[in-house]
T-cell receptor, first 112, second 114 residues
Framework: KQEVTQIPAALSVPEGENLVLNCSFTDSAIYNLQWFRQDPGKGLTSLLLIQSSQREQTSGRLNASLDKSSGRSTLYIAASQPGDSATYLCAVGPPGDDKIIFGKGTRLHILP | EPEVTQTPSHQVTQMGQEVILRCVPISNHLYFYWYRQILGQKVEFLVSFYNNEISEKSEIFDDQFSVERPDGSNFTLKIRSTKLEDSAMYFC????????????FGDGTRLSIL
């Protein structure tokens, strides 16, 4: 059964720093992996989608990498800003399934 | 940018009552989903819907749950006889493609069962 883990559960960093959020999954047989952002009381905003054949995806200051064989993905945020404060969720898409399986998220706080 | 909209934002219901949560997916999307998030827990998949029928459902999605696309724009989740443990945030999502495009989520409906 696929399990998705995100460590740490919470992270505080000063504004301007580059940072890395981690995601690990137990079954390397995935079709894709998606990173989301969730603001308090709000829905999930899709940030990046990486297909299993890809190693990374970039969007602005965000870069997501995927190492399927080791069951890991990272989300790199460059030059962090207070507006980046949110919970970041990682979710994997198993092959053959419609569903995506979520981690519990990392709650990020950027200190002004 | 097109978005998924959900109504109401908050629903309070007595235990045992029926509740219908409503969603308007992005207009050209073909795949529709419901997820839920119990407070402090992970987001969990409930059901997917394509071509006017359920495509996949989880163990959570038992006989008390049903989904419907009554017209060309709305997608609903019905819980027939609510239980206390149904209290959660319910998210609707849609995607244009089953696997190669991201799922886009609404802001959710907070369901509180008294």
């Amino acid at each position: 059964k696929q399990e998705v883990t995100q460590i740490p559960a919470a992270l505080s960093v000063p504004e301007g720093e580059n940072l890395v959020l981690n995601c690990s999954f137990t079954d390397s047989a995935i079709y894709n992996l998606q990173w989301f952002r969730q603001d308090p009381g709000k829905g999930l905003t899709s940030l990046l989608l990486i297909q299993s054949s890809q190693r990374e995806q970039t969007s602005g200051r965000l870069n997501a990498s995927l190492d399927k064989s080791s069951g890991r993905s990272t989300l790199y945020i460059a030059a962090s800003q207070p507006g980046d404060s949110a919970t970041y969720l990682c979710a994997v898409g198993p092959p053959g399934d419609d569903k995506i399986i979520f981690g519990k998220g990392t709650r990020l706080h950027i200190l002004p | 940018e097109p978005e998924v909209t959900q109504t109401p934002s908050h629903q309070v219901t007595q235990m045992g009552q029926e509740v219908i949560l409503r969603c308007v997916p992005i207009s050209n999307h073909l795949y529709f989903y419901w997820y839920r998030q119990i407070l402090g827990q992970k987001v969990e998949f409930l059901v997917s819907f394509y071509n006017n029928e359920i495509s996949e459902k989880s163990e959570i999605f038992d006989d008390q749950f049903s989904v419907e696309r009554p017209d060309g724009s709305n997608f609903t989740l019905k819980i027939r006889s609510t239980k206390l443990e149904d209290s959660a945030m319910y998210f609707c999502a849609s995607s244009w493609d089953r696997k190669n495009q991201p799922q886009h989520f609404g802001d959710g409906t907070r369901l509180s069962i008294l």
